[in-house]
């Protein structure tokens, strides 16, 4: 092993409770390395967490505490994001860079601290800063409190499934290189399924494996990890029972295809119910427009106890690049569950009603290729990314670093899905929307027709949401509401908005801080398709932002 890769094994310990004590502290020590992609046949270095890729997997149970002390052993600056995690009053350990910390810098470390509150479910865990999160991911298994039992049937076992995408090239020297003259990034070079690609030529591995046994029932925690991929999931031959999405339990439904967008997360039910032998599992990538992607196919196998040593392979079709009907028909099923137990409490009264549209842009640039830069906005505004953390900023008072004058409704309303306007320019800024403590909002996320319109994995930190509506064509506020689900909406922290199309979400902000709203494609993140949200503080100390810990790294 050349002299670069350090390893580390994962740091599991949970503190000595009596059994019958559901919340414990559990802590975990996280390496950021550089470590050999041996899974991809490929001997460049990449950045990892234990030397593992994907990263070590993080178990809890609802209401745990988890620490998990970050040390940074590469050349790269790094942050850690908790996918998902309600972070309440804990902002100061969400993870994305300059938004609610200043970056861990080589050499040095950061303890995150927080409490998984009413959670339980699939989430993950990735990098927040550049495009490291392309290997730096993993998996967050939340199980229900002790004693408390699925809202399914209980399965035989479960296993962890995480895409990604593999690029050959250095991706943080790719990245660097384009921005500087405006180019648009190169596409990943393959798909992966728990850091494999599945058989290429020239390379020995065999791809991912699912060991299954006649007869039982297994429940897959599905986690899209890829950088800009909305994906296709298929198993040749068997049907998948899907019953959470985003760490939030759902009414059942079957399929034989599931949708993912990047950050979503999806525990399905699959029963091995077929013959012996040897299944083809396939993800493959939307994209119903003309935006390049990275077209390939990864496969893996579903593999029967008693297979013989070399036997056919049952194969399956995969959806079309374009099919959205097929995305339209999984989000459509998708409910909250809504019992008793878990109640979907949708708001039914709203303070800020927001029209957030967006799209890309083109604005001038001197430096760069035919004299323009692409970039990417939320209602015309291209984000700008401090170099003082919104959050430290936002709790010492330290003017200058953002204002709270970011628009709730475009400024210049226009056909939004239709023949785009003249002017392409955004304006820049770091702005901020204010919203009181305890408040109501609902977003209309409205996809505009700029240069070309694509779907949006829109996410939201620190927060759930319902999405209570969705559309094509522009939002039409005085008859779409009529059709909103404020029954059973599913319940997610990231949501495709769809091509040219709109979604409606709901939530109450009732988490005091700093708190990121973004698309997660990467590419679209890196032009600036972001904006933040400060919520004030309530009454009192439990309505308040936590104080910021000693180890808080600096800029």
């Known amino acids: 092993m050349a002299a670069w890769a350090r390893t580390a094994v994962v740091v599991v310990a949970a503190l000595m409770f009596p059994a019958l004590v559901e919340s414990v502290v559990r802590h975990y020590k996280f390496r950021v390395v550089l470590k050999n992609a041996t899974k991809l046949c490929a001997t460049k270095p990449i950045v990892t967490v234990n030397g593992k890729f994907p990263g070590p997997t993080l178990h809890a149970r609802e209401d745990d505490t988890v620490i998990v002390r970050v040390v940074n052993h590469v050349q790269y600056n790094v942050t850690i994001h908790w996918h998902g995690v309600r972070q309440l009053r804990t902002g100061w350990s969400d993870g994305p860079a300059y938004i609610t910390q200043c970056p861990i810098q080589t050499g040095q470390s950061y303890i995150y601290n927080f409490t998984l509150t009413g959670q339980r479910g699939t989430l993950l865990w990735h990098a927040h800063i550049t495009w490291l999160r392309a290997t730096v991911h993993g998996a967050i298994v939340i199980l229900p409190k002790l004693g408390v039992p699925y809202p399914f049937p209980t399965p035989d076992k479960e296993e962890i499934i995480v895409f990604g995408e593999w690029w050959k090239t250095d991706i943080e020297t790719m990245i660097n290189k384009v921005m500087q003259v405006s180019l648009t990034p190169n596409v990943s070079d393959s798909h992966t399924i728990n850091g494999y690609t599945g058989p290429v030529p020239n390379c020995s591995s065999k791809g991912f494996t699912l060991h299954v046994e006649s007869g039982k029932t297994y429940l897959l925690r599905i986690i899209n990890a890829a950088v800009n991929d909305e994906l296709f999931f298929k198993v040749a031959g068997h049907q998948l029972t899907v019953v959470e999405v985003d760490a939030t339990y759902t009414k059942p439904f079957k399929t034989d295809t599931i949708f993912i967008g990047p950050g979503q997360t999806t525990n399905a039910l699959l029963t091995a119910d077929q013959y012996t032998g040897k299944y083809l599992i396939a993800i493959s990538p939307f994209m119903d427009t003309v935006v390049a992607v990275d077209n390939l196919t990864a496969i893996g196998t579903l593999r029967y106890k008693g297979t013989p040593a070399f036997p056919p392979i049952t194969l399956t079709s995969i959806p079309p690049q374009n099919a959205t009907p097929i995305t339209n028909t999984f989000m459509d099923r998708l409910r909250s569950l809504n019992s008793d137990q878990y109640p979907a409490n949708v708001p039914l009264t709203i ?60 400024l210049i309303p226009f056909n939004y899905t239709g023949t785009p306007p003249a002017n392409l320019q955004t304006m820049n800024g770091t702005k901020a929307y204010r919203l009181k403590y305890n408040s109501t909002v609902q977003i209309v996320l409205q996809g505009t027709s700029f240069i070309a319109p694509e779907s949006h994995p829109i996410h939201l930190h620190g927060y759930n949401f319902y999405v209570v509506g969705k559309g094509v064509g522009n939002f039409d506020p005085n008859n779409d509401p009529k059709n909103f689900n404020l029954v059973d909406p599913v319940e997610r922290n990231t949501i495709s908005v769809p091509t040219a199309g709109w979604t ?45 810990p000693s180890d808080l790294p600096t800029c």
């Not at 927001?354 to 990417?376: E, H, K, Q, Y």
């Not at 430290?392 to 475009?410: L, M, R």
């Not at 890196?526 to 910021?548: C, H, R, Y």
Request: charged fraction near 10%.
């Open 351 to 410: 303070d800020h009603s927001l029209l957030f549209t967006i799209g890309v842009g083109v604005n001038p640039c001197a430096t760069c290729v035919n004299g323009s830069r692409v970039v990417a906005g939320i209602n015309n505004v291209t984000f700008v990314m401090p170099t003082t953390a919104l959050l430290q900023a936002h709790y010492y008072s330290i003017s200058g670093v953002f204002t709270v004058d970011f628009p709730g409704n475009p």
């Open 504 to 548: 409606a979400i709901r939530f109450n902000a009732d988490n005091p801080g700093i708190w990121f709203l973004h698309c997660h494609l990467e590419v679209h993140t890196t032009w600036g398709l972001k904006m933040v949200f400060l919520v004030d503080n309530g009454n009192g100390p439990n309505e308040s932002i936590l104080p910021p």
